[in-house]
């Protein structure tokens, strides 16, 4: 009986903690929670995460007259192309970068583990769609951007980690990294595709 009473509050305090760690740091939470989940399924994360960012660009730009419905549509499909294609090819790039530094993790592990990082970025996505459906905000940089900006701390762990610790090298690849996917993002919304 007391054994029960010990493990209900154990399994309690572990809940707990999730949720305040999901608070604070979803992607953390998620990471942990996502542990030996395929590459191929971590990358339904970043691209949701960017396919309703896009989504949002789309719905501010329509909302001030700049695209039709069928173009937010449409870019929203470019955002699922954009979080899985982009964020594996940065993967892969800082994974031949950390190998040529002797990392011992496979592309397997850095594909997926970069993908899980873009968990907050999906939070803030979601979180930004309801304030646009809800309070008819524009919210793309106020909460698309936030979350790509989110992703780059998990992004600079990982990068760390491929190379047993150098955070110099971390900080350098996942700026570059941040940069090339805000700069995409704003290239492909001026283009208004």
Request: aromatic letters at 10%; proline letters at 2%.
């Amino acid at each position: 009986m007391v054994n029960q009473k010990a493990k209900a509050n154990d399994s309690f305090m572990s809940s707990l903690k999730d949720s305040i760690i999901m608070i604070t740091n979803p992607a953390a939470i998620l990471k942990k929670k996502m542990q030996g989940v395929s590459w191929q399924v971590a990358l339904i994360i970043p691209g949701s995460a960017f396919s309703l960012f896009f989504l949002q660009t789309g719905i501010d730009l329509f909302r001030n007259g700049s695209i039709g419905l069928i173009r937010v549509v449409l870019m929203g499909l470019l955002g699922v192309i954009y979080g899985t294609i982009g964020v594996t090819g940065l993967s892969i790039i800082c994974f031949f970068i950390t190998k040529s530094m002797g990392t011992t993790k496979d592309m397997k592990w850095a594909i997926s583990t970069f993908a899980m990082g873009y968990s907050g970025t999906l939070v803030y996505a979601v979180t930004g769609l309801i304030f646009s459906s809800l309070l008819g905000w524009n919210t793309a940089v106020a909460f698309g951007v936030t979350g790509v900006l989110w992703a780059l701390r998990p992004m600079m762990a990982t990068i760390r980690h491929m190379t047993n610790g150098n955070a110099t090298i971390g900080v350098i690849l996942s700026t570059i990294c941040g940069t090339i996917l805000l700069f995409g993002w704003a290239l492909l919304s001026q283009l208004g595709v």
